[in-house]
């Protein structure tokens, strides 16, 4: 299947009701605050409203059928059973979040130091108006639910003398596409990266490391799935996007710093 991403301005656009854009409008709000405690403790509180009017975006995926390209012979190019979607001013959005930041430092003394932070965000985003001969409901569940609402990032740095070692957790919320896997709710997944490193002499540095250590995957595709391979009649196993993390599972490396 073809798909085709055409300017306001073409014929094939303008067939399916596309409109010369204009320039987004917004209203950002936000208030915060930092509060700081005792043994070098610092916690940041972030909230935040954002309201995006006459918001630029893809539309809908419109179907080409032999009726279209019978009446816009242009359309052959995409061809019947192609998809069409173009950008449009087609909808208003209203993001509210909040933000949580926390660090601290711990000194132990002969046993070194070690560094942490903790970070939360959760948003949501509404469709207030939007236009329904461009926008369907299905760009409106992934507008509201593509990226997840949720997220958690756990940082700790910990050094002593010539050793350091940095963990990095991170927590993804669940998350919808509802285009390519209609109904289906992606599930939420931790992804641990580790990375250790040496100085081995002045200026040289080696380390090793790994992200998404443990080899964590997204959750596989829950329609049309073939016995014989588990995936589908394209090949896809697991969301063609890979969701917030990618579908590559676990990657490891290692290297060498030199400063001049």
Known sequence: MQIGTYPVTSSIARYYNATALRPEESTNLALGTVL????RTLVTVDGYSIAVRHRIGISQQFKVLASDIAALPDLAT???GGVVQYFTNGFDTRTTGLDVVGSR???LGSYGQLSTQLAYNYN???VPTYNKSVIDQARIVNIKHYAPNSRVNLNLDYRIGPFEALVHENYYGTYRDEYDYSG????AKFITDLDLAYEAMKNVTVGIGGRNIFNVFPDKIATSLYPSTGGRDDGELYPRTGGPFGYNGAFWYARVFVKF
């Open 36 to 39: 700081t405690f005792p043994d």
């Open 78 to 80: 995409v061809g019947a």
């Open 105 to 107: 430092v711990f000194y």
């Open 124 to 126: 949501t985003t509404s």
């Open 184 to 187: 289906q709710l992606f599930s």
